[in-house]
């Protein structure tokens, strides 16, 4: 009798269970993959906001632990997002027994507080800690000294591997013109020794022995 009452509890289960629509599933799938997003910073509250586009009736939008709603005009907005931060952005149908219907990555970026600063200044377009508003990684006052120091004294080697080039060259150019200037003349003064001497030895040896 217990067996029979044991699997009586169990037929609900079985009988109410629900499965995914993959059809329609599908078809959400592809409304998820046109979804846009539009990235803005707010330097008052030093934060993004995220605004999502096309997001269909029936499409819901999951960040962290919460579900955003979606506005009459297709988009849902993910607001206060600090910078730095990796998002991921899952969208799901309305069926709760489907899996994930997409998925969006973002990675925000760090507001370059010094861009367009004094302490910028000589160093625009030279240093990306001066050159960009938003930077992969957050600039402090330490690492722009530090970045504007190591291209100053990366300036100063160049000029000075140049100086060094340039007398490396002229030592060079000044042998080359010796070389051409006097070193046939002296190679003519050898040859011109070489011959006299030959000359003058076999003239000796020939009135040496009475030749």
């Not at 995914?20 to 599933?25: N, S």
């Not at 607001?79 to 990675?107: H, K, L, Q, R, W």
């Not at 600039?139 to 080039?165: C, R």
Request: aromatic residues 14%; proline residues 1%; contains cysteine.
């Amino acid at each position: 009798m217990k067996k029979i009452l044991l699997v009586l509890l169990f037929i609900p289960m079985f009988v109410f269970a629900k499965t995914c629509d993959t059809a329609k599933h599908q078809e959400y799938i592809n409304y998820a993959s046109k979804i846009t997003y539009d990235n803005s910073y707010s330097k008052s509250s030093n934060r993004f906001t995220v605004t999502l586009y096309n997001v269909v009736d029936g499409l819901r939008v999951k960040y962290g632990n919460r579900y955003y709603e979606r506005n009459e005009d297709d988009t849902v907005t993910i607001g206060f997002v600090p910078e730095g931060t990796s998002m991921v952005i899952d969208i799901y149908d309305s069926d709760e027994n489907c899996d994930i219907a997409g998925v969006i990555y973002i990675n925000q970026l760090y507001f370059n507080e010094f861009y367009g600063s004094n302490d910028c200044i000589g160093y625009e377009n030279k240093i990306r800690s001066c050159t960009a508003q938003f930077t992969t990684i957050k600039v402090t006052k330490e690492s722009l000294e530090m970045a504007k120091s190591n291209y100053d004294n990366n300036i100063v080697q160049e000029k000075d591997d140049k100086n060094k080039e340039k007398e490396e060259l002229t030592t060079l150019d000044k042998i080359t013109t010796f070389m051409l200037n006097w070193g046939i003349k002296i190679l003519l003064f050898v040859i011109t020794c070489i011959i006299s001497v030959t000359y003058y030895n076999s003239k000796f040896r020939k009135i040496k022995h009475g030749i």
